[in-house]
Every structure is written in C-alpha cells, then in structure tokens.
C-alpha cells in the first residue's frame, strides 16, 4: 500500500520503519532539513537536553549509547535519531525540507499537495505533524513599536542561540520546561534573565527521598498513585513537603499553588539543573503570578506587566505552549470536536475519516515507547488485525476519556491529546487490540521499578512478525 506520512519526528521515524518493515511503499514528508521533529537542530534551543533519561526515552530496538549521560543534550539525541533511521535503511523514504500544503481525500485515499505544487497520491495518510511542534507567541499589543526599537520576540524552539541574549536584557515568558531550561543557560550571557510565569508549576526533582522521579513516575504503582490524588492524598502531601524543603521553595516565594499531582499534566516536568540556586543567587528573577499587558518601545524595549511594572526587554523567549492544530486538512476533516479536541480512538483512529489514522498524539512519559506502539496498532490496523469495539462503543470511549482528562487536567491536556498519567495503561489498551502479551513476569516488575523501553521489545517484535515483517 502507498502511505504518505506527514512529519518525521519521533513519531513519523517509528510509524515510517514499522510501515516499510511490514511491507508498505511509505513516503514520508517534513518541512525540516533533518529528522527529528523537537529535536531538528533547527528547532534547537540553549540547555535543551532530554527530560526522560536514555533508558526510559530510547527505542525499544535501539539502544542509545551507554557511554552518553542520562539526560542527553539535544545534538546527541538528533545523532541517535538519525542513527534509527540509518540502522533500519529507511532513509530513502524521507523527504525533507519539504512541506505540505494541503491532504485531501479521493477515492483512491488521499491527494497530498506539497508547497512546491507537486501532487502525490497515497491510499492511507498518517499524520505525524507532532502536538508541539507550532510555537504559539502571544500578539502582544506595542509588539511593532517593540521591534522598531530593536526588540526581539522568538520562540525557544525558534533558533534560539545564546548570541541572542548577548549583552542583552531578557524576559522569559512562562515556567515549563523549555522557559527553565533557557532562563539558565541564557544567564550565562545576558545581562539580565527575569522570568513571568502566570502560573507556577510543580518541577519535579531527579532525585527525591532517595528516589529517582521515574521510579516513581513511570511506574505502574506510580500510574495508580498519580491517577488517584485523593486516595493517596498522604503520600501527595509527603511529596509538596520534601520538593519545598529540598528545592527551598518556602524561602524564595516559588510554591507552586494547587496539588503536587498536578505535576502529572501536558505541562509536566523536573526541575532545571542549578534552576532554583540561580534564583536563590539573582542570576534569574522571577516575577511570579504576572504577565505582560503591553510592549514599548520608545527608546528601549520594554515589557510592562499586568501589575504595572516596567521591565527592560531587549529579547523576549515565548515560552508560551503549542498550538494543536492540522492546518494542511480542510476544516471539516481536522477531527476536531466543537472544543477543539482531537477525537481519536486510542489517540489515532478518527471516527469518520477513512484511510487516516493519527501517530504521536498520545503525550506521555515514555513518548519514543508510546510511538512505537502507536506505529505497530496502526500497522495491525492497516491488516486488519486489530479486535476493535463497533463504532458507538469507540465513540463512547473517547468521550469518556476526553472528560476524564479534562477534569484531571483542569483543560490542559494539549487538545486531548495528553494521555498522563496512565502512559503505561494506555500502551496496555493498545496491546490487548493486538492480542499483543506483555509477559507477566515484566508487568509485575514495573509494578514497582521504572518500565524501560526494552521491556516492550520482544512484545512488539512479535506483533510485527505477525503481521509479515521482515526480520
């Protein structure tokens, strides 16, 4: 079958070498020069480093290098990708730095146009355009008279570089993981690093009460607690207590409001390396609670907080989220609901859209794992192998859980694309539509220490052997 493939992050790789392995023509598309997705160097941001460790976030049939740290920089991690791909001789399938303007269904399946005005023609479309890959920056009012007095506005992932901070006063915008990251790296040459955060956030430490965070997190236990706050309202309340005394939140006014299981939504993440001593020294200020009303520009570049406080901002880092969308499909087609989140059975398969399917829009702690077996259901999909309930059940289903997380998440779940807490729960569901069987033994072990990617390896392996792989 001819399948085209719109992106080729971490996603579109796993959905390209799983599809070509089984036996499909697949061509895959990405605006991008090189592979990655997040991790393109174009998209490379200062301190940008992975937020699972290696062993959590590798392939489960690709091992990344145990010489490498356990959080690997960005250059590193697009090396480990673009080594996928040369391992699995998949390479011809890519065509990079090649963009596409509009996918429309035909009887044949799809006419994909790319911007060049070339037609390609496939029977099924994966989209694999990634849930974070659009940076939203606000249109804040004065932004022209900003620039006009040398201001400058950019997402971190907009090539971002430490010369952009140079000498520079710097206004980070938001308290995630990509704002952390850059408010550190960029003290080392800015003049001055000050954050906004309208809301703080709960970072998780690597290490607490002896414990490394995944060996809590990615946990079936973990799941269960996480997926649960109240019931385990003790444990939650022993977790805030030992994260404020030992980030000493108390002291610097950086409590984060709400419960520490917030930590498990679409805005997870650890704490930065030196993050609160930068603070704790003055090297990053943080103006908690705000954020920026207007900007000015007359003789300087200013940003002016919703208090009222005027601050210098020659470089502003719009560390403000991602937009969900599909913008080369028509409206109608977005499988979108009137709220504007995505109805996917098992976070891919849209309801009435045929010859589509959905791969990485299923955010979780173990992304790379969840991609792969995204990419395999898709494949039992395409052979028809998969034991799915009739429509209304499914429809029922993705309502459920589409409620479930809203609630969980207080609304944000990246367009309903978050599937926190139960990342191992919902790979679970996934498996047992292939008849997929994780061997008890390994199912109990995660029960109480962190899953590894190659825990699911002979799992997966054999699901595509089943449906005519090669090798």
């Given amino acids: 079958m001819q399948i085209a493939v ?3 992050g971490i996603a ?11 036996g499909h023509e697949v061509t895959t598309f990405d605006t991008e020069p090189e592979v990655g997705g997040v991790w ?7 301190g940008l480093t992975t937020q699972n460790t290696r062993m959590t976030y590798e392939f489960s049939d690709h091992a990344a290098p145990q010489t490498w740290p356990d959080y690997p920089g960005a250059g590193q991690w697009h090396d480990y990708l673009r080594g996928y791909v040369d391992r699995f001789g998949f390479g011809a399938n890519l065509r990079l730095s090649t963009g596409v303007a509009l996918a429309e269904p ?4 799809w006419d994909v146009r790319l911007d060049s005005g070339e037609h390609v023609e496939a029977a099924h479309l994966v989209i694999a355009n990634g849930v974070f890959s659009r940076p939203m920056v606000p249109d804040w009012p004065g932004r022209a008279a900003h620039a006009d007095a040398g201001g400058v506005v950019k997402a971190p992932s907009q090539q971002l570089t430490l010369d952009d901070a140079r000498g520079r006063h710097v206004v980070v915008v938001g308290y995630g993981k990509s704002a952390c990251d850059t408010a550190m790296a960029l003290t080392a040459s800015a003049d001055s690093v000050t954050m906004v955060p309208r809301r703080l956030l709960w970072k998780g430490p690597k290490v607490l009460l002896g414990k490394h965070f995944e060996d809590v997190a990615i946990t079936r236990l973990g799941e269960v607690l996480f997926a649960n706050p109240r019931r385990f309202g003790p444990v939650f309340g022993v977790l805030s207590r030992a994260t404020v005394k030992q980030q000493g939140l108390d002291a610097l006014g950086l409590v984060p409001p709400g419960r520490f299981d917030d930590i498990a939504s679409s805005s997870a993440s650890l704490a930065t390396d030196g993050f609160f001593d930068a603070v704790r020294s003055g090297a990053i200020a943080v103006r908690r609670d705000r954020s920026i009303a207007e900007l000015r520009g007359a003789g300087k570049p200013q940003a002016v907080l919703d208090d009222g406080t005027e601050l210098p901002a020659d470089l502003i880092v719009a560390a403000t989220g991602f937009e969900q969308s599909v913008p080369f499909l028509d409206q109608p087609l977005t499988a979108q609901n009137a709220e504007g989140d995505f109805e996917l059975f098992r976070n891919v398969l849209p309801h009435h ?26 494949a039992a999909h395409l052979a028809g192998a998969l034991t799915l309930p009739p429509l209304p059940a499914r429809q029922a289903q993705v309502r459920a859980d589409l409620a479930a997380r809203k609630a969980r998440m207080r609304g944000q779940y990246a367009s309903g694309t978050v599937v926190l807490p139960r990342s191992l729960g919902n790979i679970d569901r996934m498996l047992g539509d292939m008849h997929a069987v994780l061997p008890r033994r390994t199912r109990l072990a995660q029960w109480t220490r962190r899953s590894y990617s190659t825990d699911f390896r002979e799992t997966l392996a054999a699901a595509a052997r089943g449906l005519g792989a090669v090798g």
């Fill in 106 to 109: 035909i009887a044949a399946g």
């Fill in 353 to 378: 859209i045929p010859n589509l399917t959905f791969a990485g829009y299923n955010t979780s702690l173990v992304s790379s794992l969840s991609a792969e077996v995204g990419a395999t259901w898709i």
């Fill in 6 to 8: 719109i992106g080729a």
């Fill in 12 to 22: 579109g790789l796993a959905v390209t070498k799983v599809l070509t392995a089984v």
């Fill in 40 to 46: 393109s160097p174009t998209r490379h941001y200062p």
